[in-house]
T-cell receptor
Framework: GAVVSQHPSRVICKSGTSVKIECRSL??????MFWYRQFPKQSLMLMAT?????????EQGVEKDKFLINHASLTLSTLTVTSAHPEDSSFYIC????????????FGDGTRLSIL | GESVGLHLPTLSVQEGDNSIINCAYS??????FIWYKQESGKGPQFIID?????DKRQGQRVTVLLNKTVKHLSLQIAATQPGDSAVYFC???????????FGTGTRLKVLA
């Protein structure tokens, strides 16, 4: 149980392209999903919290116009990296949480984004 | 032995030995803690969690210890196997939110 699917797993594209990443909870409903960014050999950095039916909450220093988040249903959140540039290249990981209280976030397998 | 790399500390253990991975957390008010395992190119995988009203919790081959006095969390892996090689992260739940703060991570290398 508690499976989170992230797609695509890898994207290579030209500078200036916008890239959409999907995060789905396959066997549970996730009122809250999270988007993280991870640089090589470093920890996960929270970018934003995605709430179903409302606007995402972004962490300090994360540009909301750059990283568009949509959480249209209880099983799907999307992250769009707009007009991506080489400095946006990174490993993006989503997680989903079922219900309230002290239950763990479950993570997708990440998306490796490479901007040429 | 344990060494500190540029960003990620590494713990090397012999196969079959027990491993202890340590983590210092930041907020004394944090009430929920989680250990994750991350293999190369994959997302973090849930291992075990513990609430602040407990100081020890056991799973299959894993034990988490919580010392609130010194804000310290540890993960013990019994009879370490090659498949345990990965990066291990602790996470603390930010009080009043569902957000996590992740530790810096420790790379576990299992030597045959």
């Amino acid at each position: 149980g508690a499976v989170v699917s992230q797609h695509p797993s890898r994207v290579i594209c030209k500078s200036g392209t916008s890239v959409k990443i999907e995060c789905r909870s396959l066997d549970f409903q996730a009122t809250t999903m999270f988007w993280y960014r991870q640089f090589p050999k470093q920890s996960l950095m929270l970018m934003a919290t995605s709430n179903e039916g409302s606007k995402a909450t972004y962490e300090q220093g994360v540009e909301k116009d750059k990283f568009l988040i949509n959480h249209a249903s209880l099983t799907l959140s999307t992250l769009t990296v707009t007009s991506a540039h080489p400095e946006d290249s990174s490993f993006y990981i989503c997680s989903a949480k079922e219900g309230a209280g002290g239950v763990p976030q479950h993570f997708g397998d990440g998306t490796r984004l490479s901007i040429l | 032995g344990e060494s500190v790399g540029l960003h990620l500390p590494t713990l090397s253990v012999q196969e079959g030995d027990n491993s202890i991975i340590n983590c210092a957390y930041s907020n004394s008010a944090s009430d929920y803690f989680i250990w994750y395992k991350q293999e190369s190119g994959k997302g973090p995988q849930f291992i075990i969690d513990i609430r602040s009203n407990m100081d020890k919790r056991q799973g299959q081959r894993v034990t988490v210890l919580l010392n609130k006095t010194v804000k310290h969390l540890s993960l013990q892996i019994a009879a370490t196997q090659p498949g345990d090689s990965a990066v291990y992260f602790c996470a603390e739940n930010i009080p009043g939110t569902y957000k996590y703060i992740f530790g810096t991570g420790t790379r576990l290398k299992v030597l045959a």
